[in-house]
């Protein structure tokens, strides 16, 4: 695995306390994610069977490797989603995205990591 994202999580996990909210973690994650991102695009996707009727399963795969499950309706392989909510945050104009666009724009910078 590049250790970009490693390395930006690990400077993210000392500052993290310091301002939950503020731009310089907001930055971090942002690292974070598109690290993992770039790293992400060598992987492919693999499709995993879900017991649960409304729910469908993938997982990244890289040699023999394989990610934890990811919501495939839940994950927005678009960086640029980040980059609005990001901006959005900055300005305090969340009301533009629902709730449900927030939640699949952090589950994907969240999952992406895994």
């Given at each position: 695995?590049?250790?970009?994202?490693?390395?930006?999580?690990?400077?993210?996990?000392?500052?993290?306390?310091?301002?939950?909210?503020?731009?310089?973690?907001?930055?971090?994650?942002?690292?974070?994610?598109?690290?993992?991102?770039?790293?992400?695009?060598?992987?492919?996707?693999?499709?995993?069977?879900?017991?649960?009727?409304?729910?469908?399963?993938?997982?990244?795969?890289?040699?023999?490797?394989?990610?934890?499950?990811?919501?495939?309706k839940q994950f927005i392989a678009d960086e640029s989603q980040w980059k609005?909510?990001?901006?959005?945050?900055?300005?305090?104009?969340?009301?533009?995205?629902?709730?449900?666009?927030?939640?699949?724009?952090?589950?994907?910078?969240?999952?992406?990591?895994?």
């Open positions: 695995m590049s250790d970009i994202p490693l390395k930006s999580y690990a400077a993210l996990q000392k500052t993290f306390a310091a301002d939950i909210g503020g731009a310089a973690n907001r930055k971090a994650i942002g690292e974070v994610y598109h690290g993992c991102r770039e790293f992400l695009k060598q992987a492919k996707r693999e499709n995993l069977r879900s017991m649960i009727p409304t729910k469908d399963y993938f997982a990244f795969r890289i040699g023999d490797k394989l990610s934890r499950a990811v919501n495939a609005a909510f990001d901006a959005a945050v900055a300005k305090n104009a969340l009301k533009r995205f629902t709730p449900a666009q927030i939640t699949r724009i952090v589950y994907s910078a969240a999952i992406s990591f895994c």
